[in-house]
């Protein structure tokens, strides 16, 4: 059974929220807004991975950009202690002269 919840906001904010459900692809408010909740929570539960405990265990996909003189850098980063890394996956971007590197974390 649906249950109608409501708010309140300014125009302007009112303005850019139907611009953001478009944006992203929702067909309606609802949806939109249920999404952006359940992740906006999930992610105050989780926290920021930059203020996680040092013995919290994270699985995940990092994706780095950096400039072909970079790539030195990212292979220290590669093999810092603690980054337990299961795959690499390294592109060239020709045309905007960067790379990307896809690690498997």
């Known amino acids: 059974m649906s249950r109608i919840l409501s708010f309140s906001s300014d125009r302007e904010f009112a303005k850019e929220l139907e611009s953001m459900i478009t944006e992203c692809g929702y067909r309606n408010r609802s949806k939109f807004l249920r999404d952006a909740s ?5 992610s105050i539960r989780r926290g920021d991975i930059s203020s996680m405990d040092d013995s919290t265990i994270v699985d995940g996909t990092l994706v780095i950009h950096y400039q072909h003189d970079e790539e030195m850098r990212l292979m220290h980063v590669r093999h810092q202690e603690g980054l337990n890394i299961h795959s690499f996956h390294h592109n060239c ?3 905007s002269h960067t790379c990307v590197g896809t690690i498997l974390l």
């Open 38 to 42: 359940r992740h906006f929570a999930d």
């Open 93 to 95: 971007l020709a045309d």
